[in-house]
């Protein structure tokens, strides 16, 4: 039979959490990257993330909506000072089960992602003596001063097209090609490439173990590559949950982000890496249907 035409309201991964935040590999390098998972210090933090979709489903086309953001709170190690993280990201998307090809329904989507927030670089200038001549050291050498410098606050962009499958344990698998530009760039130069990603979602009563892993890779050479952009990227995220109630679960996770630059400054990967526990709701409400 035909699938019923159906709407629905998706909550997807809305966790409250307490987690440690990790870096590896070099951090200067990558100061002007507009992304919160690259330039953010080690820290400890307790953040409020997660997304909230409109679907409507129908044995033809799939058609969902919605918004995902984040938002943290955090302690860093060298200092006392509490700051703030976050993002939000509106997304939409078609899936095309009429066109079905080898069991996979075509894709497409459009995204916009900004932040309230601003990364940060460190920037470095001469101290000036009381003559306004730069200062020196005993060595004579310049004496130097560093200062935070907000990056441009990220206005992101992304289009996507690829095939989605879907089923039980594999809850989503795709490959696509990807389309995207910051326009907090001063530079025109779009990022073309292609992703893989997989979910998995596992029963092993009364627990579930779940998996999200994504790999993006963006083409060298074309237009202006600079180092505010990325080049690889890989993301994981790994966690094991306990029911509490409905579709509320409390669990522990650890989250891996992985990434490469694009020019030789950047040539060398970084990780940063999120263990944690929380509680997660995933629920999909469908008003009106049993």
């Known amino acids: 039979n035909a699938k019923e035409p159906r709407w629905a309201i998706d909550f997807q991964k809305v966790e409250f959490v307490a987690s440690r935040y990790s870096t590896f590999g070099p951090r200067d390098a990558y100061g002007e990257v507009r ?21 409507r489903d129908a044995a033809s086309v799939d058609w969902l909506t919605g918004l995902r953001a984040d938002f943290a709170l955090a302690t860093y190690e060298d200092d006392a000072e509490q700051e703030t993280a976050d993002s939000v990201k509106a997304l939409t998307e078609l899936q095309v089960h009429a066109w079905a090809v080898g069991g996979g329904a075509p894709y497409v989507n459009v995204s916009y992602e900004t932040e309230f927030t601003p990364t940060t670089r460190l920037e470095t200038e001469p101290v000036l003596d009381p003559d306004g001549n730069p200062a020196l050291d005993a060595d004579g050498n310049p004496i130097l001063r560093e200062f935070e410098v907000d990056n441009p606050r990220k206005k992101r962009v992304e289009g996507g097209l690829g095939l989605v499958w879907s089923g039980e344990v594999v809850t989503s698998a795709r490959i696509g090609a990807v389309v995207g530009h910051d326009f907090a760039s001063e530079i025109a130069d779009p990022e073309v490439g292609g992703l893989a990603s997989v979910s998995l979602l596992v029963d092993l009563s009364p627990l579930t173990w779940s998996f999200d892993g994504e790999l993006r890779y963006y083409l060298p050479g074309l237009g202006e590559d600079d180092p505010t952009e ?14 509490v109630v409905g579709g509320l679960s409390m669990g522990v996770f650890v989250d891996l982000y992985g990434y ?9 990967p970084g990780a940063s890496l999120i263990t944690g526990v929380g509680l997660t709701f995933d629920r999909f409400l469908k008003p009106g249907y049993q």
């Open 35 to 55: 992304e919160t998972r690259v330039t953010t210090q080690e820290n400890t933090s307790i953040a409020g993330r997660g997304g909230v979709f409109l679907r």
């Open 260 to 268: 490469r630059g694009q020019v030789d400054a950047t040539s060398d």
């Open 230 to 243: 990325l080049g690889t990227i890989l993301q994981a995220r790994t966690s094991l949950l306990a029911p």
